[in-house]
């Protein structure tokens, strides 16, 4: 390929770079089931951040190649969005009490949550209907845009998608965790511990009430 042609194509693929990683750090910082879980567990490690990452990002690497290879218009259908609303909610529900239920054995003993920090990020990655709605829509949007530029465009595309997962999720953990440790109340830590039960329940909620929506 000439050289010309080169520069000009990665000049077009750069500022895409950027949208790109700053509509992932936007989605990472907002509060969600995976930063619940984030913080919760990182009350008994700072590296569960960094686990529920890589998981998140397993997950997210998948569904890019499957959209990259047509997946797209599957995850378009409004069946499938309203199926994944309800299913999803309901799962992100259960999760929020079995953490409420378990708070005090894990702020007050040595027990930890039913799930490692890895499953967690699977979990409530997978069960997240906004997770995969979002890539049936804008991300399918990206990709689209980055198709273009063949292997090498994919490959900086997940780059700029991840790098704020990366980043943000491990950083959480780790304050969380030095935070946690300086706290000299343990009613303290199980009200953060509560607070993140109820978001998760409550984020739950809105994906069943919004499936719900969909059907009326």
Request: charged share 10%.
């Amino acid at each position: 390929m000439p050289v010309g042609i080169l520069l000009i194509r990665r000049a077009v693929m750069l500022p895409l770079l950027v949208s790109v990683i700053l509509v992932s750090f936007a989605g990472a910082i907002v509060p969600g089931p995976i930063l619940a879980v984030t913080i919760a567990k990182g009350f008994k490690s700072p590296w569960a951040g960094l686990q529920i990452a890589l998981a998140h990002i397993l997950i997210d690497i998948s569904v890019i190649l499957l959209i990259y290879f047509g997946l797209g218009q599957f995850l378009q259908i409004v069946t499938v969005q309203i199926i994944l609303s309800i299913l999803g909610g309901i799962f992100i529900i259960w999760l929020g009490i079995n953490m409420f239920r378990t708070r005090a054995k894990v702020v007050y003993g040595s027990a930890d949550l039913r799930y490692s920090a890895f499953t967690l990020g699977i979990l409530t990655t997978v069960f997240n209907p906004m997770f995969l709605l979002w890539w049936a829509t804008i991300g399918s949007m990206f990709i689209m845009k980055f198709h273009e530029f063949g292997i090498t465009g994919l490959i900086a595309f997940i780059f700029a998608m991840e790098l704020p997962n990366l980043t943000w999720y491990p950083l959480a953990s780790i304050v969380t965790y030095k935070t946690s440790s300086s706290l000299r109340g343990q009613k303290i830590k199980e009200w953060l511990f509560i607070i993140c039960s109820m978001l998760l329940v409550g984020f739950g909620t809105w994906f069943v009430v919004s499936g719900v929506q969909m059907i009326v």
